[in-house]
């Protein structure tokens, strides 16, 4: 009985030194970040808040996607950035994707177009555009538009940003509350981030990166 309790003590010893090791390589980790921290926090700080820049750009500006689209009874792939995208109106199968500026396809640079035709359904390219389900809502079924491009009004979604006559009926939408409330929310997001990119965190990165400059001279 007693060599089984003496067995059981240095098994129960021997896993208490291993977590203590452990924690010791924890510890010192940890030690060596404060310390870069304490003597580099400038290039620290410039460097964290590049990262946190980065992040937010990839919410309110995307990287480009590739739409596979028909043009003049063509089929053709447009690189599209999702930022660029006002709307996307679905008209039976067809979606059609109006963009703020016109753009050409990935394989000719003359033919160039600011309205795009696609039969992916509306599920899939939420998924390409948005991922993050942060720049656009759904004001009505078949209906995926930019919050950039938006502003509620009496439970209306107006723009002023389609020019296209057969469009211009969705410049002007009608919504319930519930969707209203969630429009808000991510119009009042998208333009604190926004707020944030263009003015306080450059600012600050501005402020750190000449002091860096002026720290090496």
Known sequence: MKKESLSGLKK???RLKTKIKQLEKIVGSQK?????YETNWH???FNDLEIILQQYTLLTDPPPVKIKTSFKNHAA???VKPANIIGIYSKGRTKQILLDVAIANSGSSKSQTNILYTESNLEELQKLIDPGDFLFSLPKRGIFTNVKYHNLEDNLLITDTITIPSLMKFGNIKVDSKIADEFIKKKKAYEHISSLQ???LRDILN???KSITNFEK
Do not use: C, D, M, V
């Open 198 to 200: 263009k003015n306080q």
């Open 43 to 45: 290039l620290k700080l």
């Open 77 to 79: 792939h447009y690189e």
């Open 207 to 209: 402020a750190i990166n």
């Open 32 to 36: 060596s970040i404060i310390t870069e």
């Open 12 to 14: 129960e010893n021997t």
